[in-house]
């Protein structure tokens, strides 16, 4: 076997150890090594309008504080955030029957306080392309599970019958008809429903099209029923809610936001700064009064509060940039980068290099001498070994003195 | 030569290569029977249903097989060559040794192809039968890592039983864990799509640490 195979074949040998072990080693030592990273529990007071932060501590407990720094017990939290602490305060008898004037039972809260959470794991990932689809209006009282599926592709909405795996014609040319009538253009930009039968009502979907245009979508009586939401600006993604008075909530090109209502027929701008699905975390905790919106990413997080009926900004935090672990810095010394195939941010697997730290540098060099020590011997030939560890450091390193030959 | 090169592979390998390939089609048929029951049980819609809102292919069973298969197959053609001390013999016929060692893998490569394809194809056509072309087409795309992954375990499994020392056959080993784990580092569906060029490409890689292992072998490397 001639030489340049071999040169080759250890090239390949190397390249392979180096890319395992600058996996490998940086996730040990995270797995090792973890560090904490506490976010506080934040809500509006719907009473004294202001921001409450629970904070946990695995030392301190609880802390529970507000922008003024002064802190509160935990019965006084339940009595500031009644609306979210009700049934506590039903427990205890201290409910209150009024808030800010309103007469408030738990039936008005539960029905009133809206959830939602929105992950970049959702968005940045690949989803099916074809939609389960219920009857928005069944013949008996509960929602019936779903018979058909939908596509939309460049030729228009097509239905599957499950059973037979066979495409529907008449419906399919039924709602590709009346999709084109109101304006749609093929293919979808985003589709959004919820086809879970447990729920009490079906609002269908909500589509983008091509052009960035809003669109509801469900099936009444096997009929199509299309309604559209006019838009300033193209939309991007769209997010069913099925609340009484939200339909959803949809994004611009712009990272802006809006809620879709439904009596108003109209898209309402959220008074947020700005939300990014693809790289931001957005939370709602809602109440008859107001909407706690949470907003975070890798630097941190904002938190607004907004009126319930408007949704205008009634107050607004942004938090600090957290600041780095020390377990993080240590490690910015140890390692020159990271390769890491898989992230919080999204269900792809692919290599990403996570950071480059020039603290490194140090260690890659001190390695190098001790790498020219060892091989002094073998003259010129020790060079692109030594390039190797200034370059990849301990990920090199460590090869060269396995495969010493 | 070349000839008797392969049927030598094949005696080797023939055994095993038929034992891989009816395990394999036993638990692409186990996966099949488990859908059948399904639908028989709960309807074709339910089937749907549960990839659309769980994102469950139902062939997660057979995840690790090509790997197994890979293994198997690598040692039963490498570890004889090895143990008899024969390789030393083998480079010595009037032959392109990289050739030789080529022919000897591309055997192996082959075999594992034959098993892997006829696995893949009949789940993709059973799968057709009952499911729209997106959701087949999901569950095969999720599946591809795990059979590229048959292929680079019978590559670094040579690697290793060609190599002649402990010393050198242990890091080969971790090396070959760390690789192997790739295609089980995200659970999501379809997570590989945009790697799967990377995957061939690091199983070709793969290729060249047997002729790593055979070189040293040659240099007389031992412990």
């Known amino acids: ?405 | 030569m070349k000839k008797a090169i392969l049927y030598k592979e094949w005696i080797k390998t023939r055994y095993v290569f038929l034992a891989a390939l009816v395990i394999a089609l036993c638990f692409a048929g186990y996966a099949m029977l488990n859908i059948n029951r399904l639908c028989t049980i709960k309807g074709v819609s339910h089937l749907w249903q549960i990839i659309l809102l769980k994102d469950n292919t139902f062939i997660d069973i057979i995840k690790m097989i090509p790997l197994v298969i890979g293994a198997a197959i690598a040692i039963a053609q490498i570890y004889p060559e090895m143990v008899q001390k024969r390789l030393k013999l083998t480079l010595h016929l009037p032959y392109s040794e990289s050739r030789m060692v080529l022919d000897m893998l591309c055997v192996g490569l082959l075999e594992i192809f034959v098993i892997n394809a006829i696995t893949f194809l009949s789940l993709a056509l059973y799968l057709n039968s009952l499911i729209a072309i997106e959701l087949v087409s999901r569950i095969m795309l999720t599946s591809l890592p795990w059979f590229i992954n048959g292929f680079t375990a019978y590559l670094l499994v040579s690697a290793i039983c060609f190599e002649n020392s402990w010393k050198m056959r242990i890091p080969l080993i971790l090396l070959a864990i760390g690789i192997l784990y790739i295609p089980s580092m995200q659970d999501a569906l379809e997570a590989y799509n945009g790697i799967l060029w990377l995957l061939i490409l690091i199983s070709i890689a793969c290729i060249m640490l047997s002729y790593h292992s055979i070189i040293r072998f040659k240099e007389g490397s031992q412990d």
């Open chain 1, 1 to 405: 076997m001639n030489k340049n195979l071999k040169t080759a074949s250890s090239i390949v040998l190397f390249a392979l150890a180096i890319i395992t072990l600058s996996w490998f080693l940086p996730w040990l030592y995270s797995f090792a090594l973890p560090s904490t990273d506490s976010s506080a529990f934040v809500l509006f007071s719907p009473t004294q309008k202001k921001f409450i932060f629970s904070e946990m501590s695995k030392d301190n407990g609880t802390k529970i504080y507000d922008l003024d720094g002064k802190e509160y017990t935990i019965d006084d939290r339940d009595a500031l955030v009644p609306t979210f602490y009700y049934n506590q305060l039903m427990k205890k008898g201290i409910a209150p029957d009024t808030i800010n004037g309103v007469e408030v039972t738990m039936k008005l809260i539960r029905h009133n306080s809206p959830t939602m959470r929105y992950n970049p794991r959702d968005i940045n990932a690949i989803t099916p392309k074809v939609f389960l689809i219920l009857e928005s209006m069944p013949k008996r009282a509960s929602l019936e599970e779903p018979k058909e599926v939908f596509r939309i592709n460049d030729n228009g909405m097509e239905f599957i019958d499950m059973a037979t795996n066979t495409l529907n014609e008449k419906r399919s040319a039924e709602f590709t008809a009346m999709l084109k009538k109101k304006g749609f253009t093929f293919p979808a930009r985003n589709i959004n429903g919820n086809p879970d039968t447990r729920k009490s009502e079906d609002d269908g979907y909500l589509i983008i099209d091509n052009d960035g245009k809003l669109f509801q979508v469900k099936q009444q009586l096997g009929k199509p029923y299309v309604r559209k939401f006019e838009s300033k600006a193209p939309l991007k993604y769209c997010f069913i809610t099925e609340l009484p008075e939200v339909l959803g909530l949809v994004t611009d090109e712009n990272n802006k936001m809006y809620a879709v209502t439904l009596s108003e027929g109209k898209l309402k701008e959220l008074g947020i700064d700005s939300y990014n699905p693809e790289k931001e975390t957005f939370l709602n905790i809602g109440d008859p009064f107001f909407w706690t919106v949470k907003i975070s990413n890798d630097k941190g997080y904002r938190i607004f509060a907004l009126n319930a009926d408007t949704f205008e900004r009634v107050a607004e935090y942004k938090s600090e940039p957290s600041p780095t672990p020390d377990v993080f810095k240590v490690a910015s010394y140890i390692f020159p980068f990271e390769i890491s195939f898989t992230s919080y941010n999204d269900k792809f697997a692919t290599p990403r290099l996570d950071f480059i730290s020039w603290n490194a540098i140090y260690l890659n060099i001190l390695l190098a001498l001790i790498y020219a020590l060892i091989y002094r011997r073998k003259g010129k030939k020790t060079i692109p070994g030594i390039v190797c560890t200034i370059i990849f450091g301990i990920f090199a390193f460590i090869p060269f003195m396995i495969f010493k030959k």
